[in-house]
């Protein structure tokens, strides 16, 4: 079964960065869309970014500028590096892969303290 694990999530201070990374199995992850979502407390889950099999990316507003995804083909990962972190980015983070269904990672908490 298809399994995506999350790592990198903590506690920052508004201003710094963090790294996360999620490793894919049991998919075909060279052909699949990868992505970040976040939900924080109270609200809809929402797309932060996503990197699709040719490279190409994607940024919500909130985040263009700050946060950069990537993804290894040949470890199956993908990260998204977090810079210039805030207040408003704490949340839990998601690791999307979508290839014919949408797969879900069990999330890492990200806590930015103001």
């Known amino acids: 079964q298809v399994q995506l694990v999350e790592s990198g999530g903590g506690l920052v201070q508004a201003g710094g960065s963090l790294r996360l990374s999620c490793a894919a199995s049991?998919?075909?992850?060279?052909?699949?869309?990868m992505a970040w979502y976040r939900q924080a407390p109270g609200k809809q889950r929402e797309l932060v970014a996503d990197?699709?099999?040719?490279?190409?990316?994607n940024y919500a507003d909130s985040v263009k500028g700050r946060f950069t995804i990537s993804r290894d083909n040949a470890k199956s990962t993908v990260s998204l590096q977090m810079n210039s972190l805030k207040p408003e980015d704490t949340a839990v983070y998601y690791c999307?892969?979508?290839?014919?269904?949408?797969?879900w990672g069990q999330g890492t908490q990200v806590t930015v303290s103001s």
């Open positions: 990197i699709n099999k040719l490279g190409s990316t």
């Open positions: 049991g998919i075909i992850f060279s052909i699949s869309t």
């Open positions: 999307n892969a979508h290839l014919y269904s949408d797969f």
